[in-house]
C-alpha cells in the first residue's frame, strides 16, 4: 500500500510541475508575442466625459490610431460600429464632440499606426555615438531626450518610437528598428541581482 500512495504521489507531483512549467512557458510567449500596439492619451474634458458614455464600455481609445479619416469617413464608422451593428444612440452634442477630436488627432493627415507592424530586418546596428547622433537630429527636433531617465524592454521601446513616429518624427523602419535594439541593448531593463 505505502508502494502505490508513493506512485500515486509522484505523478501528481510529476502533473503539477508539467502544469506549472507550462504555464509560465506561455506566459513567456505570450508576454514576448504581444507585438506592438499603439497608445492613445486620454484627452481632457469635454472629450474624455464623450469617451466614456459613449465608448469606452466596448473598446479602448487606443484603436482610434489604426485610422486616419476626415470627418465624413469617422461619422460612418461610428454610424456603422456603434448605431448600425449595435443599436447605440449618442446625442448630437457627444457626438460632434468626438468627431472634433477624431478628425483634429487622427484625420487624413495623419499616419495611421499600422495594425500589422513588422518589424524589419537589421544587419547594421548603431555604436553609441551613432545613436546620440540621431537622436540629436530626430527626436530633439520636437522635445528634450528623454530616453536616459527610461529603462523598457525592446516592444515597449518599439511602442514608444512607433508613437513618435506617429507624432512626426521623421525615421525609416529600418532606423526605427535601429533605434529600438539599440535601446534595448543599454537602456533595457537592468538584470536581477
Known amino acids: 500500500m505505502q508502494k502505490n500512495y508513493r506512485s500515486v504521489k509522484n505523478i501528481f507531483l510529476w502533473a503539477g510541475l508539467t502544469f506549472c512549467m507550462l504555464i509560465a512557458s506561455i506566459t513567456t510567449f505570450a508576454q514576448q508575442a504581444g507585438g506592438a500596439r499603439p497608445h492613445v492619451e486620454l484627452p481632457d474634458e469635454p472629450v474624455r466625459s464623450a469617451i466614456f458614455k459613449n465608448c469606452s464600455a466596448c473598446h479602448g481609445i487606443d484603436i482610434y490610431a489604426y485610422n486616419a479619416l476626415d470627418r465624413n469617413g469617422w461619422q460612418s464608422l461610428i454610424d456603422t460600429l456603434h448605431k448600425q451593428q449595435r443599436d447605440l444612440e449618442i446625442s448630437p452634442q457627444h457626438e460632434s464632440i468626438l468627431l472634433d477630436y477624431l478628425v483634429k488627432n487622427f484625420g487624413p493627415e495623419t499616419i495611421p499606426f499600422p495594425r500589422e507592424y513588422v518589424p524589419a530586418e537589421i544587419t547594421e546596428f548603431f555604436s553609441d555615438t551613432d545613436a546620440r547622433v540621431f537622436l540629436e537630429n530626430v527626436c ?42 539599440w535601446l534595448g541593448r543599454v537602456r533595457g531593463p537592468l538584470p536581477r541581482q
Open 140 to 181: 530633439a527636433q520636437c522635445h528634450e531626450i528623454r530616453v536616459f531617465g527610461q529603462r523598457n524592454n525592446t516592444e515597449q521601446w518599439r511602442n514608444l518610437v512607433l508613437e513618435m513616429r506617429e507624432n512626426g518624427a521623421v525615421l525609416s523602419n529600418e532606423d526605427l528598428e535601429r533605434l529600438v535594439e
